[in-house]
């Protein structure tokens, strides 16, 4: 079982940057495919992009494409959203996500279902 942390929420100006942060618990955070999800109000949750375990393969939903960069620190139990150029239409609350991928070192998930642990969530705001 892991734990997830966010961190790094807040307001920016469009044009901006941001990055968040989510710490994971326990000592087996390489094992584990990790997303990030983002959900506005009255909106369902979507994906935003996703990370293999062993961090060689990404994928990113189109509107971010370009503008957001997935990574992680195996060492440090710590999963990346680099965010840039923002927009006002990115606001929302950012949900990391993960799931043990044992088997499948390069494998990305990109829905909802497919992911077993969530955080609890960032705010992220961007002013027009």
């Known amino acids: 079982q892991v734990q997830l942390v966010e961190s790094g929420g807040g307001l920016v100006q469009a044009g901006g940057s941001l990055r968040l942060s989510c710490a994971a618990s326990?000592?087996?955070?390489?094992?584990?495919?990790m997303g990030w999800f983002r959900q506005a109000p009255g909106k369902e949750r979507e994906f935003v992009a996703a990370i293999s375990r062993n961090g060689a393969n990404t994928y990113y939903e189109d509107s971010v494409k370009g503008r957001f960069t997935i990574s992680r620190d195996n060492a440090k139990n710590t999963a990346y959203l680099q965010m840039t150029s923002m927009k006002p239409e990115d606001t929302a609350n950012y949900y990391c996500?993960?799931?043990?991928?044992?088997?499948?070192?390069?494998?990305?998930?990109?829905?909802?279902?497919?992911?077993?642990?969530w955080g609890q969530g960032t705010q992220v705001t961007v002013s027009s």
């Open positions: 996500a993960a799931k043990e991928s044992p088997l499948s070192p390069s494998i990305v998930l990109l829905t909802t279902v497919q992911y077993k642990y």
């Open positions: 326990g000592r087996t955070f390489s094992t584990y495919a």
